[in-house]
């Protein structure tokens, strides 16, 4: 019971890790790029990475942090109309040629030693440590210091904590879900978004009755990270869906259609793909700050496999869907943290060793990227009608 | 519709369109009184093959003009190319062409459409993945809503988006896609998205419409009504040009019809005309196609000798052309 304990508590760890949402924003950024649009940007990590240059090395500098974030973000505003001016008037393929190579430059250029000045600027492959930036956020948190326990209401306070309570409560946590599949076919008008968010307020609840988190108020990963992430993935969600429902959301999909018969309605199709790619690439920004506040700005982990993390959340959540990003997000970290903690706590060491279980679970994703795909190519969100007329 | 006429009167009386054109001389770039697209010297060549080649072209306010030709007659290059899809080899050597008194020798596909000339695609470009409803709307111009800025706040564009709505509805409505609105437009059949296509087109309530084949893979029940659906839009005081293979339908609704074979024009005039004119008649079938094949004196030598000079002398005709243009 423990070890299930154990791998429970790792997985909402990391549901409520400031991380996950960080990337959950990105993707949202990623959305509007592939999703409605129809780019197909393969240097998404390029984007996180300039906006967390932008951003650290202005606060290296002294500059407040309201201006740090406008830098980091002006940073992969300019970014996108490098890459969008010669890549947006020809073929889509040209555009993901380009981004991975330009997302390999930035990454390169960033780890570099050989200028004496931008090493003082990027420090290298070891990069910006997060001390050195990560003081004017935390200074403006309210929480004060100390420990909060998520739901100080727990399964240890029910029968003392038994297996059965457990058990019970993830049998129930599955009930929730289903549920909530069940409201989402079924119901229909205004009941159904009230239903679906009653259910998911609910299913939060109860998972962290069994799983309760503890962390800092205002440390490193603490709740002042957490909830100042989610809060953004929540203000980014609400932006893309004004942005999707308007005329101009109209106008992306119609893109992603077919851009000849928008040319021939007098649509300026470079302009609205170039505003496509410079949106998707602000969001890419603010989720790579986010990104590196709680860790460090490395030019490494922020290389083309973050790019990859971003697809297979999109994929899994389902493109060009509202909520699609955070869910798929959401079960791709969490999804990796079960497969780690359950390979470490069961399969035997002469079979897998505990250094290996981190890549073991990047296996277990392509895989389960690879059925998604063939089998549900909408993802879990996706609509099915949209991807069925692909003629 | 009604914004959108020209002529005041239209085109609606078929005496009158008869005596119009009846006024003009049947030959190829013959000038119109009030033509709405005049063309002049547009060159298109794909490596060494000249696909279009059109020296003069007027196409008359208010009328429907059908442009034929065998296959391979550069008809679709040059609706690309007037249309700013293509942009023509002698685009820096005297290719001109205006529409309604603008120039657009330099302008894009977008802005071409903006001013006021929507062209259709032979192969039916409908937003497989969109609903009908959304398709019509895309059509619609100077949306406030489509501007980024604006596109955050609805109340800017929402009393907008309603007016287009009614718009949309009435243009379904009158092509009988109305219940239709809300399905995706990749479930509608190949005519229901040639009749989506051209509805989408007027949403921008055009000054001249280019159909690109409407009628190609339209069952003949939809044909019918396509057809008084295109006479319609020229007796609202549209004009219409298009591209149609079916010769029936080219003589039923067609005012005036221009021939291209080669990337050439070779014939202009009526129906009529044009399809008793030898020059068509050479295109189509050939300069040999009354003779008999199977006719055993087509084998003597002598015979056999004049076909090859003959066939010397038109290469030797076409190569002094060559050169000289």
Redesign the interface.
């Known amino acids: 019971m423990d070890t299930i304990q154990s791998i429970l508590n790792a997985m909402v760890r990391e549901a409520v890790s400031p991380q996950t949402a960080a990337v959950a924003i990105a993707v949202i950024g990623l959305n509007i790029h592939f999703g409605f649009t129809g780019l197909l940007n393969i240097g998404q990590s390029a984007f996180m990475l300039l906006g967390a240059y932008g951003f650290a090395i202005s606060i290296t500098h002294g500059l407040p942090l309201v201006v740090a974030v406008l830098i980091g973000l002006a940073a992969a505003f300019v970014f996108a109309l490098v890459l969008g001016m010669p890549t947006l008037k020809l073929r889509g393929d040209y555009l993901a040629i380009v981004t991975i190579s330009a997302a390999e430059i930035i990454r390169y250029v960033g780890r570099s030693v050989g200028y004496d000045w931008l090493l003082k600027l990027t420090h290298g492959a070891q990069g910006i440590p997060g001390s050195q930036y990560r003081g004017p956020f935390t200074d403006l948190s309210p929480f004060g210091d100390g420990n909060t326990t998520i739901l100080s209401f727990s399964y240890h306070d029910v029968a003392g904590g038994a297996a059965w309570v457990t058990i019970l409560g993830l049998l129930l946590v599955a009930g929730l879900i289903a549920a909530m599949v069940l409201a989402s076919r079924r119901l229909s008008g205004r009941i159904r978004p009230a239903a679906i968010i009653a259910l998911s307020i609910l299913t939060l609840l109860l998972v962290l009755f069994l799983a309760p988190v503890t962390g800092q108020n205002t440390g490193v990963r603490g709740w002042w990270f957490t909830v100042v992430t989610w809060v953004l993935v929540g203000i980014s969600t609400v932006?893309v869906l004004?942005?999707v429902?308007?005329?101009?959301?109209?106008?992306l999909?119609?893109i992603?259609?077919?851009e000849?018969?928008?040319?021939?309605?007098?649509?300026?199709?470079f302009a609205?793909k170039m505003?496509a790619l410079i949106?998707g690439g602000l969001f890419g920004a603010l989720g790579g700050i986010m990104f590196v506040l709680p860790a460090t700005v490395q030019p490494d982990s922020m290389g083309r496999s973050l790019t990859f993390f971003c697809y297979t959340a999109l994929l899994l959540g389902g493109a060009a869907s509202i909520f699609g990003p955070v869910l798929g997000s959401l079960l791709f970290f969490v999804g990796r943290a079960f497969i780690i903690s359950a390979s470490n706590a069961y399969v035997p060491d002469s079979v897998l060793s505990t250094d290996k279980t981190a890549q073991f679970a990047f296996v277990v994703i392509g895989v389960a990227l690879m059925l998604l795909v063939i089998f549900r190519p909408q993802g879990i969100l996706g609509d099915k009608?949209?991807?069925?007329?692909?003629? | 519709m009604s914004e959108s006429t020209v002529t005041p009167a239209g085109m609606a009386d078929p005496a009158a369109r008869r005596e119009l054109t009846s006024g003009f001389t049947a030959e190829p770039g013959t000038a119109k009184p009030d033509p709405i697209l005049v063309v002049d010297t547009i060159v298109r060549q794909f490596g060494g093959m000249t696909a279009v080649d059109v020296g003069h072209l007027e196409v008359q306010r208010g009328l429907i003009t059908a442009l034929i030709g065998p296959n391979g007659a550069g008809k679709t290059t040059f609706f690309n190319l007037v249309t700013g899809f293509d942009r023509p080899t002698s685009a820096r050597s005297g290719a001109h062409w205006s529409f309604d008194g603008v120039k657009l020798d330099k302008t894009s596909a977008s802005s071409v459409a903006r001013a006021g000339m929507v062209r259709t695609f032979q192969l039916t470009k409908a937003l497989s993945r969109m609903t009908v409803m959304d398709n019509m709307m895309l059509g619609a111009q100077h949306q406030a809503g489509e501007n980024l800025m604006k596109a955050l706040f609805s109340p800017v564009w929402r009393a907008q988006e309603r007016e287009i709505e009614v718009k949309a509805k009435d243009l379904l409505d009158r092509f009988s896609l109305l219940e239709k609105k809300d399905d995706y437009a990749g479930s509608l059949s190949g005519g229901q998205r040639k009749l989506l296509e051209m509805a989408r087109a007027l949403m921008s309530d055009p000054k001249m419409i280019m159909l690109d084949e409407p009628m190609a893979g339209v069952n003949p029940a939809l044909t019918q009504s396509l057809l008084g659906h295109i006479q319609s839009l020229r007796d609202d005081g549209m004009t219409v040009l298009f591209v149609e293979h079916d010769m029936h339908v080219v003589r039923h609704i067609s005012d005036w019809v221009v021939v291209m074979a080669e990337g050439r024009l070779v014939a202009e005039g009526t129906a009529d005309t044009v399809m008793s004119n030898p020059a068509v008649i050479d295109a189509y079938l050939g300069a040999h196609h009354d003779t008999d094949l199977g006719d055993d004196e087509l084998l003597s030598d002598d015979k056999l000798q004049e076909i090859a000079e003959e066939v010397a002398a038109e290469e030797a005709e076409r190569e002094a052309e060559g050169e000289k243009s």
């Open positions: 932006v004004l942005l429902k308007s005329p101009w959301g109209r106008l999909k119609g992603r259609e077919d000849d018969a928008i040319r021939s309605l007098g649509k300026n199709v609205i505003q949106i009608r949209e991807l069925r007329f692909n003629v």
